[in-house]
């Protein structure tokens, strides 16, 4: 009784009859998967690509990012309450391996109410880690998770009062664009309690 070809045994044969053809050397008897026209005809060859080391984000460099939010999910319900400062985000970021940064995430942001005289500042922290992804010349798409603690204190003609949180585990993830070798604009969703997006400015230091 005659055996049937297994499916992938049949690719691997094309794709050695397409090596021969295209004028690479059989050096060896098989499939040979540094030939150009081998890895061009692989369709997972294109999705593998993506981890390839990325070009902005080369190990040992160094991002600083300024940015302010853009979508405010701290919600104060009462009247009167107007902001003294935006929420601003300062981050820095260095690749310590291939693809892999670590970095500090800072953020401020002051309301005030006039009529009582009660003044909230919201500051947070976090550690971040971050996986980096080879999509697009000049685009650093990233993704990773952060651990945030996060302080509110209020002044006013009361006793002032402080109120700590923590998030052990938050998921981020964003980009970056490079508009010269240097300086850049990045897009980040990151919800560490004071806003989930924000953009801004991008500066490559080394």
Do not use: C
Not at 9 to 25: N, R
Not at 26 to 32: H, R, S, W
Not at 41 to 65: H, N, R, W
């Amino acid at each position: 009784m005659k055996k049937h070809l297994k499916p992938t045994f049949l690719w691997l044969l094309m794709f050695s009859y397409i090596g021969v053809k295209a004028g690479d050397p059989p050096a060896k008897i098989g499939l040979n998967f540094n030939s150009p026209s081998v890895k061009n005809a692989m369709p997972v060859s294109g999705f593998m690509d993506i981890f390839d080391e990325v070009e902005t984000f080369q190990k040992g460099a160094f991002i600083l990012s300024i940015g302010s939010g853009l979508v405010k999910d701290v919600k104060m319900e009462q009247t009167g309450v107007k902001s003294v400062l935006p929420p601003l985000t300062l981050m820095m970021e260095k690749a310590y391996w291939k693809n892999i940064g670590i970095g500090l995430k800072a953020g401020f942001r002051w309301w005030k109410i006039d009529k009582l005289d009660f003044h909230y500042r919201y500051y947070t922290l976090a550690l971040r880690g971050t996986y980096h992804f080879n999509l697009l010349d000049k685009l650093d798409p990233y993704a990773g998770i952060a651990t945030t603690v996060r302080l509110v204190t209020f002044t006013g003609n009361k006793p002032g009062d402080n109120e700590w949180d923590f998030d052990p585990i938050v998921f981020v993830t964003g980009a970056r664009y490079f508009l010269t070798n240097w300086l850049g604009a990045y897009l980040e969703y990151a919800p560490d309690g004071q806003v989930n997006f924000h953009g801004g400015l991008v500066f490559k230091l080394k």
